[in-house]
């Protein structure tokens, strides 16, 4: 009996709390900007500083300049665990408080949130990831990945492959995480090997075998490829590294996507990790005006998660370039409508004509972090250039000038695959430019 | 006081054997049933159906079957997370051959396939008992994993490896895709899973259930009083199945709108076999039950702190409290919610006057 009462009282108290914080209205005069992050779990390696990147700049600027253009930003975390469940739970627990754009950080739940965006109105930034074709605007009216695509950055790695001693008849290997993000690039890749004459060798990762990747690696002991291309995320990327120099694979060969490049993939592996490749598509270090407002306005007043040091680390950069292109497209799209506070649709016109010049980039205190990205009703990625950068042991250092990607060979692909994936949609969306 | 049975008299047999032999328990169900059907659509907002009302009664159809198999046919399973997968992978391969045929039928069909895979992994059962059973069915799991990553067919090659659902449409309204609103995918899952229940509700007190429980108490005795183990064992492997199959096609199609192989693994086996033990093993409230508590603990508790704490520490701590809530349960009430539900059901009988 005494049971019965504690349970019913326990359930009724978390009834009645429960009511009373969904019932919380959103501040006057703010827009709120929803993130879908993870701080836990297997991805909580790479996810963190991701997180803490983002809800930093936001911060930064609601506490140095009072928001955007006099209206606060409304910040609100929602762990997903990289889980594309969890991921969607999030969405639609937050859809419904006037969200003006989301950051799925992770493919697998943009993927699922695509389809839901042209129905909710509001518009999805995957920066750097999710589905590649949906860089084709007219197809893909309220999804955008600036600056660039898996492909683009696909086609870029093999042009710097082919620059640095000729890809025709080499052996590329190519290591991923067995989930719709790793397995996305694979389409071009295969079509490149067969255009290009370079053969792949592909090496499946699944999410339980992240951090034991011994028979991976001893299969690429045995392959010998001449190069090694890595897609990994969360506990792959330092568990590869460290598998690499085990088995002594020269690592100025090996070369990680964006994704796979943070401070906290290469420092386990220590002094093996020197050499290691990895693209990127913005700055490292904390050398710049931005971030250094950063540690002033929010880390030093304790309003962040973070510690000083993490300021400057690739990933941490990676949420702050996050951060920067939404809080531009909001400041675009307040320019193009003359309202201060903006919906999804207005969200969606401010992100489809950002402009990020590099004057523009200068005047918020990151001159130089990235290539200006142009975001056009054509073309949703709008930037799409990337560089190599290389682990010295201590620091990153770029060894490559900005790569333009094979855009001749990509954007038909592109096309083609976004044809494919609205083909037996009839209700979807889409539009005409100009 | 309310819940006195006294002056209920059961004057045929048919009466006595009623699934709902006490009058209030009668009436409460159809208020229930009328409250689910035509107060909730209309009146709870669209957080509320998508992310509590939905995934329950997905969750609690997935608990029943594998109740079936576990709580009455007494056959420890670990794959539940398999036989869903294939379900929904089943769904959208023959959505995609019968495109017009309706997605309704074809979420009942898609349960099938799941079951004809249930009993080729329930075959090893005859000569497995126990944990070296679970450990049998554990296999399953992994290679239905593999297969839904592997064989692109599967997700109709897409190049993201998920399943895409695709919009149907009944009488010109939208049931599965991202046009189709909250209430009417609610609906729909409320319908078949009020059905699927029925269903069970019968089987289980039918031959089917008396025999899966003569199995589950002793199969040695079972098989002297003349019930043939392998039948009942693959048919409770083989219904079971399609109870979760089913479960997985709408978890999929008329709940997320989308899936990866990661929505099947092995954390969701384990999350619908914590729903069974904690609602109750044998009992089909007790699935809905347990689905209830075990997914919208977390949801309230992320709830009751907002934006008090960090979304990352409320993670943390959901985790802790439903992990200190299981073992708290299985050492107060190991035979779940559905024992407590049945106690309270005694107290009340004579409340306000216990003696």
């Known amino acids: 009996m005494r049971l019965k009462q504690l349970a019913l009282g326990v359930a009724a108290a978390a009834m009645v709390a429960g009511t009373v914080a969904a019932s919380k209205a959103q501040a006057e005069d703010s827009i709120y900007i929803p993130l879908l992050t993870y701080r836990t779990g297997p991805f909580a390696g790479s996810g963190t500083p991701i997180a803490d990147g983002l809800h930093d700049y936001f911060t930064m600027l609601n506490e140095r300049d009072g928001g955007i253009g006099g209206v606060k930003l409304m910040v609100e975390e929602c762990e997903t665990g990289y889980n594309a469940q969890k991921g969607v739970e999030c969405y639609e627990g937050t859809k419904g408080k006037g969200a003006v754009v989301y950051n799925p950080y992770s493919t697998g739940i943009t993927l699922q949130l695509i389809p839901k965006a042209p129905v909710d109105k509001i518009p999805i930034l995957s920066m750097g990831y999710g589905l590649s074709a949906t860089a084709v605007g007219e197809k893909f009216p309220w999804t955008f990945n600036a600056p660039a695509t898996y492909w683009s950055q696909m086609s870029a790695i093999i042009k710097y492959i082919d620059a640095n001693g000729g890809i025709k008849g080499k052996k590329i290997g190519f290591t991923y995480l067995d989930v719709g993000y790793g397995r996305e690039p694979i389409p071009l890749l295969d079509e490149l090997s067969s255009e290009m004459g370079f053969s792949v060798v592909k090496i499946p990762v699944g999410v339980k075998e992240m951090q034991n990747q011994s028979s991976h690696w001893l299969q690429v002991r045995k392959e010998r490829p001449d190069w090694m291309i890595m897609l990994g995320?969360?506990?792959?990327?330092?568990?590869?590294?460290?598998?690499?120099?085990?088995?002594?694979?020269?690592?100025?060969?090996?070369?990680?996507?964006?994704?796979?490049?943070?401070?906290?993939?290469?420092?386990?592996?220590?002094?093996?990790?020197?050499?290691?490749?990895?693209?990127?598509?913005?700055?490292?270090?904390?050398?710049?005006?931005?971030?250094?407002?950063?540690?002033?306005?929010?880390?030093?007043?304790?309003?962040?998660?973070?510690?000083?040091?993490?300021?400057?680390?690739?990933?941490?950069?990676r949420g702050v370039m996050n951060a920067v292109v939404t809080a531009e497209a909001i400041r675009t799209a307040q320019e193009i409508t003359g309202k201060k506070v903006i919906t999804g649709e207005d969200m969606r016109k401010g992100l489809e004509n950002l402009n990020l010049t590099a004057a523009r980039l200068k005047e918020i205190g990151l001159e130089g972090f990235t290539n200006p990205i142009s975001v056009s009703c054509k073309d949703h990625a709008g930037a799409h250039a990337i560089y190599i950068q290389q682990w010295d042991g201590k620091a990153w250092k770029s060894v490559s000038d900005w790569i333009e990607p094979m855009r001749d060979r990509v954007r038909p692909k592109l096309e083609m695959a976004a044809a494919e994936y609205i083909k037996d949609k009839p209700d979807w969306q889409t539009q005409t430019c100009q | 006081m309310l819940y006195r049975e006294t002056g209920q008299?059961?004057?045929?047999?048919?009466?006595?054997?009623?699934?709902?032999?006490?009058?209030?328990?009668?009436?409460?169900?159809?208020?229930?049933?009328?409250?689910?059907?035509?107060?909730?659509?209309?009146?709870?907002?669209?957080?509320?159906?998508?992310?509590?009302?939905?995934?329950?009664?997905?969750?609690?159809?997935?608990?029943?079957?594998?109740?079936?198999?576990?709580?009455?046919?007494?056959?420890?399973?670990l794959g539940t997370g398999g036989f869903m997968?294939?379900?929904?992978?089943?769904?959208?391969?023959?959505?995609?051959?019968?495109?017009?045929?309706?997605?309704?039928?074809v979420i009942l069909l898609s349960g099938f396939f799941a079951a004809i895979v249930g009993f080729i992994f329930g075959l090893p059962s005859l000569r497995i008992k126990g944990?070296?059973?679970?450990?049998?069915?554990?296999a399953s799991q992994f290679f239905l994993e593999w297969a839904f990553g592997r064989i692109a067919w599967l997700y109709n090659y897409a190049d993201s490896g998920a399943i895409e659902v695709p919009t149907r449409r009944i009488l010109d309204i939208a049931i599965t895709g991202p046009n189709a609103t909250a209430m009417t995918r609610y609906l729909v899952v409320l319908f078949i899973v009020v059905a699927l229940t029925w269903v069970a509700s019968n089987l289980v007190r039918g031959r089917f259930g008396r025999s899966w429980m003569?199995?589950?108490?002793?199969?040695?005795?079972?098989?002297?009083?003349?019930?043939?183990?392998?039948?009942?064992?693959?048919?409770?492997?083989?219904?079971?199945?399609?109870?979760c199959g089913v479960a997985g096609a709408m978890m999929v199609f008329l709940w997320l709108g989308a899936a990866e192989v990661e929505s099947f693994?092995?954390?969701?086996?384990?999350?619908?076999?914590?729903?069974?033990?904690?609602?109750?093993?044998?009992?089909?409230?007790?699935?809905?039950?347990?689905?209830?508590?075990?997914?919208?603990?977390?949801?309230?508790?992320?709830?009751?702190?907002?934006?008090?704490?960090?979304?990352?520490?409320?993670?943390?701590?959901?985790?802790?409290v439903v992990g200190a809530l299981i073992i708290f349960f299985l050492i107060v009430e190991p035979h779940g919610f559905a024992r407590l539900w049945q106690i309270a059901k005694e107290k009340l009988r004579l409340w306000p006057f216990p003696y």
């Open chain 2, 9 to 77: 008299f059961k004057t045929t047999y048919r009466a006595d054997q009623a699934v709902f032999p006490i009058r209030q328990d009668l009436i409460g169900i159809w208020l229930m049933l009328a409250f689910l059907f035509l107060v909730v659509p209309f009146t709870f907002n669209d957080f509320w159906l998508n992310s509590i009302m939905i995934p329950t009664l997905i969750f609690g159809l997935a608990a029943i079957g594998l109740n079936l198999l576990t709580g009455y046919a007494g056959q420890l399973s």
């Open chain 2, 131 to 138: 944990f070296y059973l679970a450990v049998a069915t554990l």
């Open chain 2, 214 to 243: 003569a199995v589950r108490d002793m199969d040695i005795a079972a098989e002297l009083i003349g019930i043939r183990l392998l039948s009942t064992k693959l048919t409770a492997f083989s219904i079971s199945s399609y109870y």
């Open chain 1, 233 to 317: 995320w969360g506990a792959m990327n330092p568990t590869a590294i460290k598998e690499a120099a085990k088995i002594k694979y020269p690592m100025d060969k090996f070369i990680g996507v964006w994704w796979s490049g943070g401070n906290v993939d290469v420092v386990p592996a220590g002094a093996g990790a020197t050499g290691y490749k990895s693209a990127n598509f913005h700055g490292t270090g904390a050398d710049y005006p931005a971030l250094q407002d950063i540690i002033k306005h929010v880390i030093d007043k304790g309003k962040s998660q973070a510690k000083k040091e993490t300021v400057g680390n690739n990933f941490y950069n």
């Open chain 2, 265 to 320: 693994d092995i954390n969701h086996s384990f999350l619908v076999l914590f729903m069974v033990i904690i609602g109750g093993l044998g009992s089909l409230l007790g699935s809905f039950l347990g689905a209830a508590f075990i997914w919208n603990l977390p949801i309230l508790l992320r709830g009751s702190f907002g934006q008090a704490i960090d979304a990352a520490t409320v993670e943390h701590i959901a985790f802790m």
């Open chain 2, 85 to 105: 997968g294939c379900g929904a992978y089943a769904c959208l391969k023959l959505t995609t051959f019968f495109p017009d045929l309706n997605i309704i039928i």
